[in-house]
Nanobody
Framework: QVQLVESGGGLVQAGGSLRLSCAAS????????MGWFRQAPGKEREFVAA????????YYADSVKGRFTISRDNAKNTVYLQMNSLKPEDTAVYYC?????????????????WGQGTQVTVSS
């Protein structure tokens, strides 16, 4: 069983930055791919970014490429999402997720464990 707890969300003006963290329980965190997804009101949950267990491969949605950076610290069992140049359309609840098969894909169904989410609100 893996438990994921997100933090770092909040209210920020357009153009600002936030860094989300996701702390994971369990000794096998370093063998999992990790992903970030988001869900805006009235919309489906969508892929944001993912990272392989080693941290050497990262993947991004086109909408955040060049603005967001995913990283991980396996010694701390934590994955991060650095978000820069935020836009109002980035407003959503952000979720981290663990993929025990280490695919680091963009499909929700590939992820086995999910956190409760953290709210990010970007004002214009």
């Amino acid at each position: 069983q893996v438990q994921l707890v997100e933090s770092g969300g909040g209210l920020v003006q357009a153009g600002g930055s936030l860094r989300l963290s996701c702390a994971a329980s369990g000794r096998t965190f370093s063998s999992y791919a990790m992903g970030w997804f988001r869900q805006a009101p009235g919309k489906e949950r969508e892929f944001v970014a993912a990272i392989k267990w080693s941290g050497r491969r990262t993947y991004y949605a086109d909408s955040v490429k060049g603005r967001f950076t995913i990283s991980r610290d396996n010694a701390k069992n934590t994955v991060y999402l650095q978000m820069n140049s935020l836009k109002p359309e980035d407003t959503a609840v952000y979720y981290c997720a663990a993929d025990t098969a280490n695919w680091a894909g963009s499909s929700i169904g590939e992820y086995d464990y999910w956190g409760q989410g953290t709210q990010v609100t970007v004002s214009s």
